[in-house]
């Protein structure tokens, strides 16, 4: 039996066909408008009947960047798209018309942890973290084989954890989250203060970007600090070490087994492990005398999402 797995973006989204193993076997995109919610629930449903027309669908999971209800339903608030207290299973449901499929909605990041758990980098282990370092951080936890989503649905929110008191504004409403150091957005302000501050050193990130600072994007600082670039090395480090001293405090209460770095950010590899491991043993409590947690690079890319979401809808 197959599934359906939906990763909903801002503009866009992917639906796939997932089997047992974890492998899409036919995959849709559809244009979406992040505050017309009707049509993100129109082309959820018109891909679930282009898929289901080639194969047996009976489970479909939505992966939704937001905070998702405890019972899988709908989504109580998402930042990028207007959705407020949103019944998006009903919805969906609705102009699917065939009550035997079973229709969930799951948190994208959980959804990206849980295809690494099950089929990617951390197949072979019992508790992980999952951290996405997208335009925002988002997060996953997995404790002895088990997602754990919280009371009200909202667990491991973890970029919303509060790492400097009075720190950069978040979309959240709240100042100095740890997605305001860690995220390709903070990368990328952080990049674009640079070329204004310190012109000289930024010259090869501002000719990547047209000569506009304010055109400097995360892959292009990734691109420069591949080059060797020291300025653009120096951001990716300072990203780094502010995941790499999160995930140490993470580890204090969590105590996972591998830490897993997904999103667009991950794309630097090395140029981002070396100093987030470094930072991560440095801030460690009581390092020497506790095995300690790896941190690797997510394996699953942009399908994570979809396989996620469609194994999840079987749970």
Not at 137 to 153: D, E, M, N, S, Y
Not at 185 to 190: C, M
Request: with cysteine; hydrophobic share 45%.
């Amino acid at each position: 039996m197959h599934a359906i797995g939906v990763d909903i973006g801002g503009t866009k989204i992917a639906a796939g066909v997932v089997d047992d193993d974890g492998v899409i076997v036919a995959q849709t995109r559809r244009d979406t408008d992040p505050d017309d919610v009707a049509s993100i629930d129109a082309a959820i449903a018109d891909s679930y009947r282009e898929l289901s027309a080639s194969y047996e669908v009976r489970q479909v999971g939505l992966a939704a960047a937001g905070f998702v209800a405890a019972d899988r339903s709908g989504v109580l608030f998402a930042p990028n798209i207007a959705w407020r207290d949103y019944p998006l299973r009903d919805k969906v449901a609705a102009l699917i018309g065939d009550e035997s499929v079973t229709i969930v909605v799951e948190n994208d990041a959980n959804a990206a942890g849980w295809a690494e758990f099950r089929y990617g980098v951390a197949r072979d282990v019992q508790d992980m973290v999952m951290l996405t370092l997208g335009t925002g951080l988002g997060g996953a936890i997995v404790t002895h084989g088990r997602l754990v989503r919280g009371a009200w649905g909202v667990a491991a929110e973890i970029g919303h954890m509060r790492v400097v008191p009075g720190g950069h504004y978040c979309g959240c409403g709240h100042e100095g989250c740890w997605e305001q150091y860690v995220s390709g957005s903070a990368l990328v302000r952080d990049a674009q203060a640079a070329a204004i501050t310190q012109p000289e050193r930024a010259a090869r990130l501002v000719e990547l970007a047209g000569g506009r600072a304010d055109k400097i994007t995360g892959p292009l600082v990734t691109q420069c600090a591949q080059e060797g670039d020291p300025l653009a090395v120096e951001l990716l480090a300072d990203v780094a070490a502010w995941v790499g001293e999160g995930a140490a405090t993470v580890a204090a209460l969590l105590d996972p087994e591998m830490f897993v770095l997904g999103g667009g950010v991950s794309a630097a590899g090395d140029l981002l492990l070396a100093p987030a491991r470094k930072a991560y043993a440095e801030q460690l409590s009581a390092r020497g005398h506790r095995p300690e947690a790896s941190i690797v690079i997510a394996s699953m890319g942009n399908d994570a999402g979809m396989v996620g979401a469609a194994d999840l809808a079987r749970v």
